[in-house]
């Protein structure tokens, strides 16, 4: 228990530490009285061009937050980001993490359950290092849909294996299934699903309200982890694992043309061209 708070303190330590190196944007500097900080902004961040952000500055400074709210764009983003959260807690996520070592040992894998929990939790800190490289050369839409296309196929094999596994067939002889599925699982969401989601909704929202609307699509987002969580065991005792499973990869399908027809592109688009987009 104490090597497990120790491993806690590390987080936060890492916050505390780089919080104060961390370079506020453009559009935040042009709105605040740091307004001679904007150049300086605008050379790190080349694709900001300073005209267009006193436009957007000015428009955001001439609406009520009502007039905000009323707007279609602001509803489509609204809408947008609910959704991706809902997708991304449909997957399974939270489940899968909270309960590896459960499912590891009603699967009767090969390896002792808490060291297939070890080997995920290192793949999943491994692969929390693709994204950031690979966002802005891919674009936001294309990762999110072969995170749901890995999610899929992951959380399928998943479920044959536990629905065999669960009407007496012989699985000795594949037992690799669960920690292979899983791992390719863990992957496919860091990739996509994981990240994307909040860093889609920081990008649609404008400033004056953002910190409301991500707040209120946060907090849902929380609500869903804490009621799947909560459940996934009781469900899955009464449905068979196998089934919980094939529900998380039919809300990955669900994603895919959601993906393809609604959100946003935002990769290379200045905040203007964004809400342009959702306006239309």
């Keep these: 228990m104490t090597f497990n708070l120790i491993l806690a303190i590390f987080p936060g330590i890492f916050l505390v530490l780089f919080y104060f190196l961390a370079q506020e944007s453009p559009h935040y500097y042009n709105s605040s009285p740091k307004y001679d900080l904007t150049i300086l902004a605008l050379e790190i961040n080349k694709e900001n061009e300073l005209i267009d952000l006193e436009r957007d500055i000015k428009e955001e400074r001439a609406e009520t937050f009502s007039d905000v709210w009323k707007s ?4 489509k983003a609204f809408i947008i980001s609910i959704v991706l959260m809902t997708f991304q807690q449909f997957s399974g996520i939270n489940a899968v993490l909270f309960y590896s070592q459960s499912i590891f040992q009603e699967a009767h894998t090969t390896l002792e359950p808490a060291v297939c929990s070890i080997i995920i939790g290192c793949v999943q800190f491994g692969t929390s290092f693709v994204t950031p490289p690979l966002v802005d050369r891919l ?4 990762l999110l849909v072969f995170s749901a296309i890995g999610m899929i196929i992951s959380e399928v094999h998943l479920g044959v294996y536990t629905y065999l596994k669960d009407h007496d067939k012989d699985v000795s002889s594949i037992s690799f299934v669960p920690i292979i599925c899983l791992m390719l699982y863990i992957i496919s969401f860091n990739s996509g699903f994981g990240p994307l989601p909040w860093t889609i909704m920081g990008e649609l ?14 907090s849902f987002s929380w609500f869903l982890a804490f009621l799947i969580t909560k459940y996934f065991k009781p469900v899955s005792e009464s449905i068979g694992m196998g089934s919980s499973f094939f529900i998380f990869s039919a809300c990955c399908v669900i994603s895919i043309p959601f993906c393809i027809l609604y959100v946003v592109e935002t990769k290379g688009k200045s905040f203007q061209e964004i809400q342009t987009a959702l306006n239309r």
């Design 72 to 75: 279609k764009g602001l509803i």
């Design 139 to 142: 674009g936001r839409k294309i």
């Design 205 to 218: 929202f404008p400033s004056k309200v953002k910190s409301i609307a991500s707040s209120l699509t946060a």
